[in-house]
């Protein structure tokens, strides 16, 4: 069992930067892979970043590439999204999730790969 907790949202202008946190619980964090979803008001929940359990893979969704850095730290049981350069269309309720594996091909962005999700945390980008 592993329970997530998501922290660093907030509201910032174009083009400013935040750094979300997800803290988890369960001595087993460190042999899960990781991911950032998020969903805005009436869509889709999408996949934003994902990386595997050492840290030595990762995948962006092509809205965020070169804008956004997923990293973990398995020694404090945290995975962080640094967001860079952040738009109006990046306002979203951002939720951290945890599954066993990344998978193959495309399968990390599909929702029914991951087993655990965090309650999320609001960014809101003003223009």
């Known amino acids: 069992q592993v329970q997530l907790v998501e922290s660093g949202g907030g509201m910032v202008q174009a083009g400013e930067s935040l750094r979300l946190s997800c803290a988890a619980s369960?001595?087993?964090?460190?042999?899960?892979?990781m991911g950032w979803f998020r969903q805005a008001p009436g869509k889709e929940r999408d996949f934003v970043a994902a990386?595997?359990?050492?840290?030595?893979?990762?995948h962006y969704a092509d809205s965020v590439k070169g804008r956004f850095t997923i990293s973990r730290d398995n020694a404090k049981n945290t995975v962080s999204l640094q967001m860079n350069s952040l738009k109006p269309e990046d306002t979203a309720v951002y939720l951290c999730?945890?599954?066993?594996?990344?998978?193959?091909?495309?399968?990390?962005?599909?929702?029914?790969?991951?087993?655990?999700w965090g309650q999320g945390t609001q960014v809101t980008v003003s223009s």
């Open positions: 369960g001595r087993t964090f460190s042999t899960y892979a």
């Open positions: 990386i595997s359990w050492r840290g030595t893979t990762t």
């Open positions: 999730a945890a599954t066993a594996s990344l998978g193959t091909s495309n399968l990390y962005t599909k929702l029914g790969t991951w087993y655990y």
